[in-house]
């Protein structure tokens, strides 16, 4: 992923697979042109790095000149094209080829139709190398095309961003959902991870999500979800993975524009962590930190228990049903340190302190990130 500006494009388009279809190109073309010498003209800026390539890959004698349109400010394409350098030879009689990097509405492609109007040249082809057929307004044929893409904005190989991102050797997609910071607050039951989730979110302005919390809200409102739960949670045992992922992809989906989220309590297993990953993926987004909080099991089970007086939650009551929490953890959860760990992004934090002094080490690694 890169930044320009204030925002983020994901890779679209890697440099060989350019250049692939770059070279294929030049041989189409000289396939057809059988041995007349072409002028190329590639319409600056952005077909500078398209042009260059092209003619390299060129099979046989060829000219190579360039004309200068403006038509796009920021992202937007604007209906004014302005032309900043003309035609400077007289290409009567000649075969002239429109080297493009990109057609999508087809105002720059109507405006080079007008340049050429006059200009008595033998034939006149468009070639272009990224094309957006959904976007595409006009009638003029397009001889060659590179590339089809979809209607998005695209920047690298040429093309810009608000000046930034033409020396890219490869081409990037602007992100659909921009950038979001998404932590997974992980540690046994009773390691503290709803307390400090509270802090954090306020903070870091993110969208706590407890899957515990839902689904004692739906115990609560005795939906069915919550009667399927409870007789689980009763136990102290995982609520099955499906029930757990469907119910968290509809909380995620409810706060979609959020600058990102703590999961707490999720993911508990292998299944939840792929199934978060690939929700996160059709967002254009990933988890970016796994914080654990470390804390020995006597001190879990003491917490616990503590918090059983008050917390009303009949799962933190019975020290049986804590032992069993703690041992899903080990048997289910514990393994997906080494989830994260294998993508980099795991880190352990002391658990055992005072409030304040967790938040500020939870804190320090939410500011590196
Ligand atoms: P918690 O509030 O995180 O301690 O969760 C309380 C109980 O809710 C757990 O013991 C499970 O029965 C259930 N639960 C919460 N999150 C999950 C999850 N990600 N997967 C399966 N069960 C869960």
Redesign the pocket.
Known sequence: MIKLHDLYFKPFISEQEILDVVTRMANDIANDLGDEIPVFIGILNGSFMFVSDFVKKFPKPCEVTFIKLASYEGLKSTDDIQRLIGLTQDLTGRTVIILEDIIDSGKTLAEVHRIFKNENVKELKIATLFYKPEAYKKDFKLHYVGIEIPTKFIVGYGLDFDGLGRDLPEVYQLKTTQHMTNIVLFGP?GAG??TQANFLKEKYNLIHI????V??FNIKNETALGML?QS??DK??????KV?IDM?AAEVEKNADANGFIF??????DA?AKALDDLLDEKDSEINAMIALEVNDKILVERLLERGKTSG?P?DADENIIRN?VK?YYKKTAILKDYYKAQDKYYGVDGVGSIEEITQRLSKVIDQL
Request: glycine share 12%; no cysteine.
């Open positions: 039951p991870k709803g407890s899957t515990g919390d689904f004692r739960a689980y949670m102290g045992e995982l609520v099955p993975d757990t968290l707490d309590g999720f993911p508990r297993t939840q939650r799962d929490r899903e």
